[in-house]
């Protein structure tokens, strides 16, 4: 008799053993486990990144099933079906040798995920996919959950993402695998909302407060756009709608000032634009030929400008995706760009520096006086705008005239992001080595500082 697919599934769903000799040594009633749902994230997320496309060492890459089981220089099968002790799987992820132990960066893979890898081999190691040649990320559904976040950090991690709730009551920071939510009065956690990307570069709340947009991923492997409801951290990450899903990680997203569409950008040198309240993709713009790294609207919510590795700014009609105009002038990968009040002209920065430049004729208008360092990012602030540098200064320019009106003081390490609440008065700084300093807009003072981590474990001696 051969056995349907259905019927197979009906077994195994009511616990009985179906994988011969090899399963019967594990206890019958073991849940379960599922190669798509349970291993393949783990795979993705843990060891693709040196064992990918990209990167593959020991000429070994499990970037899709049928890549996976096959040996690479070590010319050992990485899995034999229903025998753990027998899998060189098992034997390098469970390694007391850091030398050889399999993730090879020093981290290792939690018991749970171990046990996960362990019982699926031990039950046969099939596979539940739709394509053994088809990238393995393509074959994880979609509402599988992110791991969980680690208790605690070992180490900061860089603040590369830093976004304002619309009433500046909260402070949002990326985490690994987790957003942080922050008291901008006194630098206290309020809460952590997990079920994130790996890691996340652009965050944004919608104007009415009702959405938390994300922009994340693990680089080089997998991305994704993520929109939740918001309701100051109270919702959980698993109410989230995935947007859109890709090979490598999404930069940024941002609101339209009416909060009715979502821009986001990405690695793959696209900007798309969502409906907020269906979720569903209106446009794509395949336009820029490498990262786009930061997206902001007009304030109209007419334009678009973007910021792109590939040394360009350019700015889109924000309803057809039309481009309007660009501009390389500053000759290095543009970090951030913002329009100036009257959408006629847009503020980027990148390099040493920061130019404005026309929508009219792509022009360049004027420069900021120069940095001493990178800049990383830029905000507007009424007539004027914020811009972030390497050199671990954030100053403050009138638009008008290009002149400083002031700098925020002194910086730990490099200020990689910005964000700026015009109700409460406040300015956020992230920085390099995970501190987070929140500024009073109106005297300039400090509100407070902190280093953006839920507990730091001094690493192990
Ligand atoms: C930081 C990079 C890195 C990560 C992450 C990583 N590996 Fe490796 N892997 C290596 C290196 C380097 C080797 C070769 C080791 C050697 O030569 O001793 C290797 C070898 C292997 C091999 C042997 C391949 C062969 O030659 O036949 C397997 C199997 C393997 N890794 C599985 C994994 C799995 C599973 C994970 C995730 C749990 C993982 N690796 C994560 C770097 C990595």
Redesign the pocket.
């Known amino acids: 008799m051969r056995l349907s697919a259905l019927t197979i599934y009906a077994l195994s769903f009511a616990g009985f053993v179906i994988d011969g000799a090899a399963a019967r040594s594990e206890s019958s009633d073991a849940p379960r486990v599922s190669f798509v749902r349970d291993v393949a994230p ?2 993705v997320g ?2 693709q ?3 990918g496309p990209k990167t593959a ?4 890459r ?1 970037d899709t099933f049928d890549l996976m089981m096959q ?6 099968p ?1 899995v034999t079906a229903g025998s753990v002790d027998e899998s ?2 098992h034997r ?2 469970t390694s007391e040798d850091p ?2 132990r ?4 020093g ?1 290792r ?1 939690s018991e749970r995920e171990v046990a996960s890898i362990d019982a699926w081999i031990a039950q046969g190691a099939t596979f539940d996919g739709a394509d053994r040649t088809a990238s393995l990320r393509t074959q994880i559904p979609r509402d599988v959950p992110h791991p969980a976040a680690p208790a605690n950090y070992s180490s900061p991690l860089p603040v590369t993402a830093l976004a304002f709730s619309a009433d500046g009551g909260r402070l949002l920071t990326g985490g690994y695998h987790e957003a942080l939510i922050w008291d901008p009065a006194t630098g206290q956690l309020v809460s952590r909302l997990g079920n994130m990307p790996q890691r996340i570069y652009g965050m944004a709340v919608s104007p009415d407060n009702a959405y938390l947009a994300i922009a994340g991923g693990a680089a080089g492997v997998a991305g994704e756009v993520r929109l939740l409801a918001w309701a100051d951290g109270a919702t959980s990450g698993d109410a989230a709608k995935v947007l859109a899903t890709g090979e490598d990680v999404f930069f940024d997203v941002a609101f339209r000032p009416d909060g009715k569409e979502l821009a986001a950008a990405g690695s793959d040198g696209s900007i798309r634009i969502f409906d907020v309240a269906t979720g569903v993709e209106r446009l794509k713009v395949s336009n820029h030929a490498d990262w786009v790294t930061d997206i902001s609207y007009s304030a109209d919510g007419a334009s678009i400008a973007t910021a792109s590795r590939d040394k360009s700014s350019k700015a889109f009609d924000a309803a057809t995706g039309r481009m309007l105009a660009s501009n390389s002038e500053l000759g290095a990968p543009v970090r951030g760009a913002v329009f100036a009040p009257d959408g006629k002209a847009v503020i980027s920065v990148g390099g040493n520096g920061a130019r404005m430049w026309k929508i009219e004729d792509s022009t360049t208008i004027g420069e900021l006086p120069a940095f001493q360092g990178e800049t990383q990012a830029i905000v507007s602030h009424g007539d004027n705008v914020l811009a972030a540098s390497a050199d671990r200064s954030v100053r403050e320019f009138k638009i008008a005239d290009r002149t400083q009106v002031r700098s925020f003081g002194e910086h730990p390490a490099w200020v990689l992001s910005l964000a700026l609440n015009e109700t409460a008065h406040r300015l956020a700084t992230g920085c390099f080595d995970g501190t987070v300093t929140v500024w009073n807009l109106d005297d300039g003072a400090k509100v407070t500082q902190f280093l953006a981590v839920p507990t730091v474990t001094p690493p192990a001696k």
Not at 57 to 60: A, F, L
Not at 102 to 105: D, L, T
């Open positions: 783990i795979l843990k060891c990144g040196c064992h060492e020991s000429n070994y499990l040996p690479g220089d070590f010319g050992l990485p060189e799987f390098l992820i030398e050889e399999m993730p090879n960066n981290d893979l």
